[in-house]
C-alpha cells in the first residue's frame, strides 16, 4: 500500500541536502555541548546524532508520499513503545535488559525527535519558521547567558546561526515552490542557494563589524571584571526563588572558570592593615558574599539576602556620588564581635572589575569612591575607598592552609591558642545558631557526619577551633605512599557552589576538586559538629610586594571560596582547608607601580556655582552641603563659600576644562586637598555653620567637578540607550494606532470625498462648474451605492438605470448637463429650476429607498472609490 | 461543483494582498520569540540582559536588512512591468497546449511573456484563472533547452498544468507574481489573456464485442473503378458541353454513334456507419454530487471513448452523436471533433435518451448508472429498433474496495480535491448507494431484453 508521491525523489534528496544536512550539523553541535554541559559520563553525541539523522531520514522519505503525519506517528509510538517494553522485560538477564532499554531509549528519543524534524520540513510549513526562530532565540539565549564576555566568542557563535535561521526559512520555501519538472532543478537551485548565501554573508560580516563596538561596550563594561558571573538561574547551582535570595552575587570561584586569565588584573588593593611592628604587612581575604543557606530540596547552597544576623555590606559603588560616602554601622553589631577588632581601611583601584561590585575584607562598613590620579585613568577605571572592622586574628597568613610550612604553622598556633579561649557557643543566640548550623539530614549527609565525628575522635579535638584544625588537617592527609589523598584540581564539571550529592563524591570517592568543593565539604563537617560556619566567596590575597608594603594585585584566578567560622566574642573568623594546587604553582607575578596614593580629601563641598573671576582666579558657590574631614555636615541655610581657584583642575564629565567652563547656576563639587584644611581637624562640638566660619575666604580648591544634571548625563550618554532595551509592546501598539489610523481614513475616504464634492458643488461659483459638481457628486453617490454604470452613457445610465429603479428625474438633469457641457449656452430659467429641484432630492430620494445597513457597507467599499476614479483600460 | 474551496478563495483574496501567508508565520513566530526572549531578560541590568539586547538586535536588523534589500529588488521591476501594463506594451504569447508526456496528466503550457525582467533576488511565478474563478496552482517556467539567456526581458518557457479532469478549459487571466528572496511578499499583476484547450479522453481496455454496422449512408466518394453494369443506360447520361471528354463511354458511341458519359457513382448503398450516441443524461439529480461529477463523468468519457476508438481502430465508419450543445469548433479530424465533444459534455438534465435516439434503426448507445432505467426498457421496447447498450457502471469508476479505502484513508492523505474519497463526502453516501441501485436496475433490464452489451473491464 504505497502511497503515491507528492515530490519526486529529486526533491526528496534536495530536501535532504539542503535542509536535512546543515540541520544535523547543528543539532551534532548541539548535542556535544549539552552533553558536555549536563556532564554525562559518556559523550555519546555521535551515537545520537546518527539516531536523530535516522529519524530525520525515515521521516523524510516517508512524507515525500502522501502519508498522514499522526495516525502514522501514532502507530510509531505504539511499536517504539512496544519494543521498550519487550526489551526492559528482562527476558535477556537482568543487567542486559537495563543495559539495552537505556540504548534503546535513547536511540527512540533522538529518532523520534528527528522524526517530527523530519516531518516538520517536508510537510509543515510553519515548521521550518518555528524551528529556525526558535532555535535563534534559545541561541541568543544560550550565548548571552554564557560566563565568557568576549566580542570575538560572541560573534562566532551567534553568526552561524543567523546563517542558519535564515537559509532555512529561505531553502524550504524555496523547495517548496520549485518546479519538479525541471530537468536543470538542480543547478536551479544550487544557483539561486550559492547567491542567497554570498548575500547572507555580505549582510552577516557587514552587521557584525557594525555592531561589533557595542558587543565591545558590553565586554569592556561587563567582561572580565564579573567573568564568572552566573545569570542563568537554570544553569546555576544555586537557586533564584524570589524569596530573597539572589544568585547575582555568585562570584566566581578558581576552577570555576579554566579560561580564568592569570594575567588579567581585576583590580589592586592597598590595604592599611599591619602587623603590630606596624611594618610588616597583614593580607586579609577580600570578600564579596556569604553562601548561608543549604536548601535541601534542590541540594544546593544558597546566598540567602534574609540570613540572620546579616553583617555583609554590599552597596553598589557606581550609584554612590565620587567622594561622597556611604555607610551602615549596624553590620557592625551584627558581626557580634568586641574582641581584638579595630578599624582598618581599604583603597580599591578597579582595571576590569565591574564598577559596581563592593569588595572588601569581612566586615566593612564604608564606603566612598575616590577619583583616579590622572597618570592613571588609562588603567584603573574607577576606585573607592572602605573602611572595615577587621579582627587581629584574620590574616591570610592565618587562613593560607600551611601545608607544611612550619614559620606559617608556627604563627597559625599562636592564634589558636587565642581562639581556644574563646567562650562556648551557648551564649550565642539561638536563632543564629541553629541557622549558621543547620545541615539535613540523610544518608549522604549521615556519611559525612560520621566521617566528621571520627576526625575530630582521632585527633581528639575538643574546642571549636581544633575542630577546625583537625578537618583542615584531614584534607592534608597523605597516603601510605606518601601522596596526599586530596589533591586540587580543575574540575570541568558545572561552575558553581557543587551540590550535595557531588560533596559526597568528592568526600568519599573522588578527592579532587577546586576551592568550592574544599570550602562545601568543611562547611558541612563543621555544621554536623555544631560549629556555626559559612561560606564566604571573593578573593584570595597574596601578598607579593616587597617594594610596596600593603599593595596586592588581584587577578583573575584570584577569585575564591573558603570557610568563615564563627568563634563567640570573636566573630567571623576566615579557614581555607583548600589544598595547594600541587601541578601549578602560583607564579609570582611581577609587581606593578601601584597607582599614586591619592591625596585626603580634606573638604568636599556640594553647591551651585554662583560666580567666576577669571582673571583674579577667585570663585564663589553656595555651599550647600559638605564633607569634611569624612563626616557630613548639611548646611543650613547655605552659605556663599568664596574659593581661590589658581590651582584648581575643572573637571567635566568629559574630562579637563578650562576655567571658563565654569557658569553661575552650575551644580559644583569643590574639593580641597589643601594642608590649611589638614590642620583644621574639625572638634566634636562643631557645626556646619562653626566649621565654614573657620574657613579661609577664599579657601584653596584643587579640583572642581561640573555636576551633570540628570537630563545632561543622558545627552552625553549615547550607549546609554543600547542597555534600555526597546519597548517592544509599545512600539506594537503604536504600530497598531498608526495602522489603525491609516485604515480609518482609508475606509472614511469615500464618505470625505462625497463630502468634499458636495461641498465643491455647493461652493461653485459658475453655473456650469457648479451643475459640473452637482453631476460628479450624484454620479460618486450612485457609484458608492452600487448602481453601476458599467458601459452605458450617462444618459442610459440616468434613463434605464436609476430613474428606473429610485423613480428620479435623473434623465432630464443629466441631459440639461450635457447641454450645458457641450454647448456653452446658459440655462433657461425653466432649466435651472428643474436642475435645482433634481439635485439635493435626489441623494434623499435614493437613500430612502435603500436599506441603512446597506449603505453603509457600500460607502465603506473603497474599491468601488477606486473603480469611480480610475479610468477604463482595454485590460480591466 | 463550482464551489470554490477555501484553499482556493485565499488565493484569490491572495491576488490582491502582497504579504504572504509566510511571512505572518514569521512575524508570529518573531513575536513568540521575543515575548520568550523578554521573559527571559533578567530584571536587574547586568550582562545577559546587555547582550540579549543586543543579539536580539541584531537579529532583527539582519531580517530587516534582507527583506528590504529582497523587496526593493522586487519592487523595481514590479513597478516597472506595471508600467509597461498600463501602456500596453506588454505581450503575452500562450501556446495551443500540445500534449504532454504520455505517462503525466494534464498539458504542457508554453509561454512567452515579453517584456518582463525577473527579479534579481527574487522569483517570478504565474498563475492562470480559469473557468471564471477557479486558480491554477502557482507555477514557475522551466526554460526551455539553449534558451536560457541572462538579463533578457522576455521570459519563455514551459510548464506542466496537471488537468486531472477531462474537459475544456478557458482561460482568462494570466497572473504575474513578483515575489521576494524569502518569498514573503508577492505583487502580483493580471493580465487579460485567451486561450482555451481542453483534455483528451484516454482509452480504457474494453471486451470488445463484434458490433455490426447498422446504418447505410450516403458517401460522397467517387467510384474510381469503372464498373462493368449490364443492362439499359440507367448510369449513363447524354454528353454536356462542360463534361470531361475523356469520360465518355466510346462502347456505346461505337455501338449506336450517342455521346453519352457515366455518370459517378455518389451512392454507396451498404451498412458501414454505426451511429453512437452518448447520453449525459442525469436522472438521478446528482448535480452537486462531487464524485459523480468528477471521477465519474471522467469514467463515462473514457468509455464512450474506448468504445468509439476502438471501433474506428477496427475499420468502421462511427458518427458520434452528443446530446449536448457543444460550441463550434474546427477540426480537421473527426476523431479530434469526437474528443472535444466527449471533453466538452457534462451530465445535464434536458435532453434525455429516448429524444436523442431516434426511433427507427440501428444504434450503439452509451449509458451509465444515472441513466433512467424506465427509458433504457422503453427503449428496448421499440419495436423499429436495434440497439447495442454500451453500459458504463460508474461505480467502477469510483473506488470499490470500500474498507481497504477507510484504513487507506486513515494512513494516507487524498492528493488533491478530484482525488477526494468517498469519505469526506460521507453526506453523499445515500446518494451513491441510490446510484448503484439504479446501476443493478439497468443490468436487470438489459439481461431481460437480451441486448448485446459492451462491457469494459
Known amino acids: ?876 | 461543483m463550482n464551489k470554490s474551496t477555501w484553499r482556493q478563495r485565499l488565493s484569490y483574496i491572495s491576488l490582491f494582498i502582497p504579504v504572504r501567508l509566510y511571512f505572518l508565520l514569521f512575524l508570529a513566530a518573531a513575536a513568540l520569540a521575543l515575548w520568550w526572549i523578554r521573559r527571559q531578560q533578567p530584571v536587574e541590568p547586568n550582562v545577559t540582559g546587555d547582550l540579549l539586547t543586543l543579539l536580539v538586535k541584531a537579529g532583527f536588523a539582519t531580517a530587516f536588512l534582507l527583506f528590504g534589500l529582497s523587496i526593493l529588488s522586487v519592487l523595481v521591476p514590479f513597478l516597472w512591468f506595471t508600467y509597461k501594463t498600463k501602456t500596453r506594451q506588454v505581450t503575452v504569447n500562450i501556446d495551443n497546449a500540445e500534449e504532454a508526456s504520455s505517462r503525466k496528466i494534464g498539458r504542457r503550457i508554453n509561454m512567452d511573456i515579453e517584456p518582463l525582467l525577473k527579479p534579481f533576488f527574487g522569483f517570478l511565478y504565474f498563475r492562470f484563472i480559469y473557468d471564471d474563478v477557479k486558480l491554477s496552482p502557482k507555477f514557475s517556467l522551466i526554460q526551455k533547452k539553449g534558451n536560457v539567456r541572462w538579463f533578457s526581458a522576455r521570459q519563455s518557457g514551459w510548464y506542466h498544468w496537471p488537468l486531472p479532469a477531462i474537459r475544456e478549459y478557458d482561460v482568462q487571466e494570466l497572473v504575474v507574481y513578483f515575489e521576494d528572496l524569502f518569498q514573503f511578499f508577492s505583487f502580483s499583476m493580471r493580465l487579460p489573456v485567451k486561450q482555451s484547450f481542453f483534455t483528451k479522453p484516454k482509452s480504457l481496455v474494453a471486451k470488445q464485442q463484434p458490433i455490426s454496422p447498422q446504418r447505410t449512408e450516403e458517401e460522397n466518394v467517387r467510384i474510381e473503378e469503372l464498373k462493368r453494369i449490364e443492362g439499359e443506360y440507367l448510369n449513363y447520361k447524354n454528353f454536356e458541353d462542360n463534361d470531361d471528354v475523356r469520360r465518355i463511354v466510346w462502347k456505346i458511341y461505337a455501338r449506336n454513334k450517342e455521346l453519352v458519359v457515366r455518370i459517378p457513382e455518389t451512392m454507396d448503398p451498404f451498412a458501414s456507419h454505426i451511429y453512437m450516441y452518448a447520453s449525459f443524461f442525469d436522472s438521478l439529480h446528482m448535480p452537486d454530487n462531487y464524485l459523480v461529477n468528477t471521477r465519474g463523468l471522467d469514467y463515462f468519457k473514457n468509455a464512450c471513448w474506448t468504445v468509439y476508438a476502438q471501433l474506428v481502430k477496427d475499420g468502421r465508419m462511427v458518427k458520434f452523436v452528443t446530446d449536448q450543445p457543444i460550441p463550434n469548433r474546427h477540426f480537421s479530424q473527426v476523431g479530434e471533433q469526437v474528443e472535444y465533444a466527449l471533453a466538452a459534455s457534462n451530465w445535464h438534465s434536458k435532453a434525455d435518451l429516448l429524444s436523442i435516439v431516434p426511433p427507427k434503426g440501428h444504434a450503439l448507445v452509451c449509458i451509465s448508472s444515472i441513466s433512467a432505467a424506465t427509458q433504457v426498457e422503453q427503449l428496448l421496447q421499440r419495436q423499429q429498433q436495434k440497439t447495442t447498450v454500451v453500459m458504463v457502471s460508474l461505480s467502477r469508476g469510483l473506488k470499490r474496495n470500500m474498507i481497504g479505502n477507510w484504513i487507506r484513508w486513515i494512513f494516507v492523505q487524498p492528493g488533491s480535491d478530484f482525488e477526494k474519497q468517498g469519505f469526506t463526502e460521507i453526506r453523499r453516501y445515500s446518494t451513491i448507494r441510490k446510484m448503484k441501485s439504479n446501476e443493478q436496475l439497468i443490468w436487470d433490464i438489459l439481461k431481460k431484453h437480451g441486448v448485446p452489451v459492451v462491457t469494459l473491464s
Open chain 1, 1 to 876: 500500500m504505497l502511497a503515491p508521491r507528492i515530490y519526486s525523489f529529486k526533491k526528496l534528496v534536495a530536501q535532504f541536502l539542503l535542509l536535512g544536512l546543515p540541520t544535523l550539523l547543528l543539532a551534532g553541535y548541539a548535542f556535544e555541548l549539552a552533553n558536555r554541559y549536563l556532564a554525562l559520563l559518556q559523550n555519546n553525541w555521535i551515537q545520537q546524532t546518527l539516531f536523530f539523522a535516522g529519524g530525520m531520514i525515515a521521516a523524510f522519505g516517508m512524507f515525500s508520499r502522501r502519508y498522514r503525519f499522526i495516525p502514522i506517528t501514532l502507530v510509531l509510538i505504539g511499536i517504539l513503545v512496544a519494543i521498550g517494553r519487550v526489551v526492559s522485560s528482562g527476558k535477556l538477564g537482568e543487567f542486559d535488559a537495563f543495559f539495552w532499554s537505556v540504548k534503546y531509549n535513547t536511540a527512540a528519543v533522538f529518532g523520534f525527535a528527528g522524526w517530527i524534524v523530519g516531518y516538520g520540513f517536508s510537510r509543515a510549513r510553519f515548521f521550518s519558521i518555528a524551528w529556525s526562530v526558535f532555535l535563534l532565540a534559545a541561541m541568543a539565549v544560550v550565548i548571552a547567558s554564557l560566563s565568557v564576555v568576549k566580542t570575538q566568542t560572541i560573534i562566532i557563535a551567534f553568526a552561524p546561526m543567523l546563517l542558519y535561521t535564515f537559509y532555512i526559512i529561505y531553502t524550504s520555501e524555496l523547495l517548496r515552490n520549485l518546479n519538479e519538472d525541471d530537468p536543470t532543478l538542480f543547478w536551479q537551485i544550487t544557483k539561486r542557494l550559492l547567491g542567497f548565501i554570498i548575500i547572507m554573508l555580505l549582510i552577516i560580516v557587514g552587521l557584525m563589524k557594525y555592531y561589533q563596538p557595542q558587543f565591545e561596550i558590553i565586554e569592556r563594561e561587563w567582561g572580565a571584571g564579573k567573568p564568572q558571573e552566573n545569570n542563568n538561574p537554570d544553569n546555576s547551582l544555586t537557586r533564584n526563588d524570589g524569596s530573597g535570595t539572589t544568585t547575582n552575587q555568585n562570584m566566581g570561584l578558581s576552577g570555576f572558570n579554566n579560561k580564568a586569565n592569570k594575567d588579567s588584573v581585576l583590580f589592586v588593593a592597598k590595604l592599611d592593615n599591619f602587623f603590630p611592628d606596624g611594618k610588616t604587612p597583614n593580607p586579609l581575604y577580600f570578600t564579596t558574599d556569604y553562601y548561608s543557606k543549604f536548601d535541601s530540596e534542590t541540594q544546593t547552597f544558597e546566598v540567602d539576602s534574609l540570613r540572620p544576623y546579616n553583617d555583609l555590606f554590599s552597596p553598589d559603588v557606581s550609584k554612590v556620588p565620587l567622594f561622597f560616602t556611604k555607610q551602615d554601622t549596624s553590620v557592625l553589631s551584627k558581626a557580634m564581635s568586641n574582641k581584638h577588632r579595630r578599624v582598618a581601611s581599604v583603597e580599591v583601584y578597579k582595571h576590569s572589575l565591574s564598577a559596581r561590585l563592593f569588595t572588601a575584607p569581612t566586615t566593612a562598613f564604608f564606603v566612598q569612591p575616590i577619583s583616579v590620579p590622572d597618570e592613571n585613568k588609562n588603567i584603573y577605571r574607577s576606585a573607592y575607598r572602605a573602611k572595615m572592622m577587621v579582627s587581629d586574628l584574620n590574616s591570610a597568613y592565618f587562613v593560607y592552609n600551611p601545608a607544611g610550612d612550619q614559620g606559617l604553622e608556627m604563627f597559625q598556633e599562636q592564634r589558636f591558642e587565642v581562639l581556644r579561649n574563646s567562650k562556648g557557643y551557648e551564649t550565642v543566640p539561638l536563632n543564629f545558631y541553629a541557622y549558621y548550623t543547620a545541615m539535613p539530614h540523610g544518608n549522604d549527609y549521615d556519611s559525612i557526619r560520621s566521617l566528621s565525628q571520627q576526625i575530630v575522635k582521632e585527633a581528639g579535638a575538643v574546642s571549636a577551633v581544633d575542630k577546625v584544625v583537625a578537618i583542615r588537617d584531614y584534607f592534608l592527609r597523605k597516603d601510605e605512599n606518601g601522596q596526599p589523598t586530596f589533591k586540587y584540581s580543575d574540575n570541568p564539571g558545572i561552575p558553581g557552589m557543587p551540590s550535595a550529592n557531588k560533596l559526597t563524591y568528592f568526600l568519599f570517592d573522588n578527592k579532587k576538586g577546586y576551592c568550592a568543593y574544599y570550602a562545601g565539604a568543611t562547611l558541612f563537617m563543621l555544621r554536623s559538629l555544631g560549629i556555626p560556619s559559612r561560606v564566604a566567596t571573593g578573593f584570595l590575597t597574596v601578598d607579593r610586594s616587597s617594594k610596596n608594603p600593603g599593595w596586592y594585585w588581584f587577578y583573575e584566578d584570584q577569585a575564591h571560596a573558603w570557610v568563615q567560622v564563627y568563634f563567640p566574642e570573636y566573630g567571623w573568623i576566615d579557614f581555607d582547608t583548600t589544598v595547594p594546587d600541587a601541578e601549578q604553582q602560583q607564579a609570582p607575578q611581577p609587581d606593578q607601580t601601584p597607582p599614586l596614593a591619592s591625596q585626603t580629601a580634606w573638604l568636599v563641598a556640594n553647591g551651585k556655582m554662583l560666580s567666576v573671576d577669571t582673571v583674579k582666579k577667585v570663585a564663589s558657590m553656595q555651599l550647600e552641603k559638605m564633607l569634611y574631614w569624612d563626616q557630613p555636615y548639611e548646611m543650613k541655610p547655605t552659605q556663599p563659600l568664596l574659593m581661590d581657584v589658581s590651582l584648581a583642575k575643572v573637571l567635566h564629565d568629559t574630562g579637563a576644562v578650562s576655567i571658563h567652563a565654569l557658569k553661575a547656576g552650575d551644580n559644583i563639587v569643590a574639593i580641597s586637598y589643601s594642608t590649611t584644611f589638614k590642620d583644621l581637624p574639625p572638634l566634636e562640638m562643631d557645626s556646619a555653620l562653626s566649621l565654614y566660619k573657620k574657613f579661609p575666604q577664599p579657601a584653596p580648591i584643587d579640583e572642581i567637578k561640573i555636576m551633570l544634571t540628570d537630563e545632561e548625563k543622558a545627552a552625553l550618554e549615547p550607549k546609554q540607550e543600547i542597555e534600555t532595551p526597546t519597548d517592544w509592546q509599545q512600539v506594537f501598539l503604536n504600530v497598531l494606532l498608526i495602522a489603525g489610523i491609516v485604515l480609518l481614513v482609508l475606509f472614511s475616504m469615500p464618505y470625505i470625498i462625497y463630502r468634499w464634492l458636495r461641498l465643491r458643488a455647493g461652493g461653485a461659483g459658475n453655473n456650469s462648474q457648479k451643475q459640473y459638481w452637482r453631476y460628479m457628486a450624484t454620479m460618486f453617490y450612485l457609484n458608492q451605492m452600487g448602481i453601476e454604470r458599467n458601459s452605458q452613457t450617462p444618459m442610459q445610465y440616468a434613463r434605464l438605470t436609476v430613474d428606473k429603479q429610485f423613480g428620479t428625474r435623473m434623465e432630464s438633469f443629466v441631459q440639461l448637463y450635457l447641454k450645458l457641457k457641450y454647448s456653452k449656452q446658459p440655462l433657461s430659467e425653466q432649466e435651472q429650476k428643474i436642475t435645482d429641484q433634481f439635485y439635493p432630492a435626489v441623494f434623499a430620494t435614493v437613500s430612502s429607498q435603500l436599506k441603512t445597513g446597506y449603505k453603509i457597507s457600500h460607502f465603506l467599499n473603497i474599491k468601488r472609490t477606486a473603480q469611480f476614479f480610475s479610468k477604463p483600460s482595454l485590460y480591466a
